[in-house]
């Protein structure tokens, strides 16, 4: 039977989409369990959870999250996304304060389970990167 390889940059792709459809998701069921209608908000008080799921993408690219090693240590992989995805959301927190926003609480209550869903997440992106570089379905790593 034959096997497909598949290369790294396509799993970093299909990783950068699910975590910001993750985010959004965590985000605006937070918003909603908070009471917040995020549809009929003013523009500016919703524009921080709208740029949640960007910032976050980008706090972890930043921070070399999507860059997908079998060889690299499985703890520094998680703990450098979390850190990436918290750091970012909480620049957008720190413009949410500058400005004053009536939801600056909310906002800082849904930083911290958004970056949680990402830690989560790059955990078990590590193991399902391992798994198919041992069992040779990454066209970039040899098999182990």
Do not use: E
């Amino acid at each position: 039977m034959p096997r497909w390889a598949i290369p790294s940059t396509f799993l970093s792709i299909v990783a950068r989409w699910v975590d910001a459809l993750a985010i959004l998701l965590v985000t605006v069921g937070l918003c909603f369990a908070g009471g917040v209608d995020l549809w009929n908000s003013p523009f500016g008080a919703s524009l921080p959870f709208a740029l949640m799921p960007v910032c976050g993408v980008m706090g972890v690219q930043l921070a070399g999250g999507y860059h997908f090693h079998p060889d690299h240590p499985i703890l520094a992989h998680p703990l450098r996304v979390g850190a990436g995805a918290l750091a970012a959301m909480a620049g957008v927190f720190s413009l949410v304060v500058i400005t004053g926003s009536v939801h600056t609480g909310l906002y800082m209550l849904v930083c911290l389970p958004n970056a949680m869903t990402v830690f989560a997440l790059h955990a078990n992106y590590v193991g399902v990167v391992r798994t198919a570089a041992r069992n040779g379905l990454l066209s970039d790593f040899p098999a182990k």
